[in-house]
């Protein structure tokens, strides 16, 4: 009996992009087949995505436990100047009105195509000043609360309220981050907010909510107040 379980075209098959895949079935004119390849496409990043946010959460209650909160604060501002200093200085050099589409795209990957357990999902609304993006659940940190894991697996909150806890003690320690992405240190670099944002009031049931300025002139003031900082004239 052979120990094969695969042959050579079935395995070549299992390596290429599935939407390629599912673009060479719509050629062909097989619609079943690609329907099927874009609803399993669907669930293909979710776990990933989920591991890596969990691994995180997991990585940085390390850090809480042997350095406290202090030692967060110092993780996410080293790795956001390794990391997100550069993305933020080339995000600030494109066309705003660019952007939201940019960041629709970067939203629904994050969303996870709105499967799994408390499926991402978010809305997009424009009015004179800005774009909203309203995330209920956001598909990472928010959605690492609904699912219990804070409690289950004994991840960390914060031990105090910090401006990067958005003034909160107890705040889930993935979601700082986000302070130090959007607010905090774009703040530092640029003089100004990137992604001026809310967090939810209570995670269980509130959206978390990211603003997109057409002029960074427009960002109101409570974004820098909260860190203590002041808007200089640009």
């Avoid at 050629?27 to 399993?40: F, N, P, S, T, V």
């Avoid at 080293?78 to 200093?85: E, I, K, L």
């Avoid at 933020?88 to 629709?104: F, G, K, S, T």
């Amino acid at each position: 009996m052979s120990d094969r379980w695969f042959d050579p075209e079935e395995l070549e098959q299992l390596s290429r992009p599935t939407m390629d895949r599912a673009l060479e079935a719509i050629e062909a004119g097989d619609l079943d087949a690609a329907r099927e390849l874009c609803e399993a496409m669907k669930h293909e990043w979710l776990m990933l995505h989920d591991l890596m946010a969990e691994s995180v959460l997991g990585l940085i209650s390390f850090v809480q436990d042997r350095l406290g909160d202090e030692g967060v604060a110092e993780a996410w501002e080293q790795t956001m100047q390794q990391g997100w200093r550069r993305h933020h200085d080339a995000i600030n050099q494109l066309d705003r009105r660019a952007i939201v589409e940019l960041l629709a795209a970067t939203w629904r990957a994050h969303s996870g195509s709105g499967v799994g357990e408390h499926p991402g999902s978010f809305t997009i609304s424009e009015d004179d000043d800005k774009v909203t993006f309203t995330m209920n659940p956001c598909g990472s940190g928010q959605r690492l609360v609904r699912k219990g894991l804070y409690e289950s697996a004994g991840y960390g909150r914060t031990r105090a309220a910090h401006d990067w806890s958005f003034g909160r003690e107890g705040f889930p320690l993935y979601c700082t981050h986000c302070s130090f992405m959007n607010e905090k240190l774009p703040i530092e670099w640029s003089g100004f907010p990137l992604y001026p944002s809310d967090p939810p009031e209570d995670f269980s049931t509130d959206p978390c909510t990211w603003y997109w300025y057409k002029d960074p002139d427009a960002i109101p003031d409570r974004h820098w107040e909260r860190y203590g900082a002041v808007r200089h004239e640009r």
